[in-house]
């Protein structure tokens, strides 16, 4: 699954990098928690660059997998700074978290939807219970 979501969000992976030498990666999926490592050489705020990413990975998958966490392991290259930072992870219909990446919905919903049927089977393949068809309204 992991490999499968790195390549999908390849789209939103690389603008972080090319323009805010941001890079980042879907580490694991496990039970309702998604962790993703971020790396920079930049004297950037940890928090704030695991909110941004988190957001447009929400803004992204939104409904796609029962998730309700995010760990995020962010490093600092330049001087070895290294935090842990875990934040909710809940897609609310009609919401859209402020992020780098701009999605237009038009061209990200149909990709969503072929790709909602694959990571239910891959998510099911990982020992995982099954997968709702959507989140409940609300995301709860």
Known sequence: M???LNHELIG???????FGQINWSVESVRGETIQVS????????GLGVATNVRNALLNYLQDLLPLRRCRVLFERRLDGVREEHLLDFEYRPGEERKSAAILIEANVAPRRERLRPLLRRLYRDDGHAEAPDRLPKGGA
């Open 2 to 4: 992991v490999d499968t």
């Open 12 to 18: 939103i992976r690389k603008p972080f990098g090319m």
């Open 38 to 45: 971020i790396w920079t050489p930049r004297p950037l705020d």
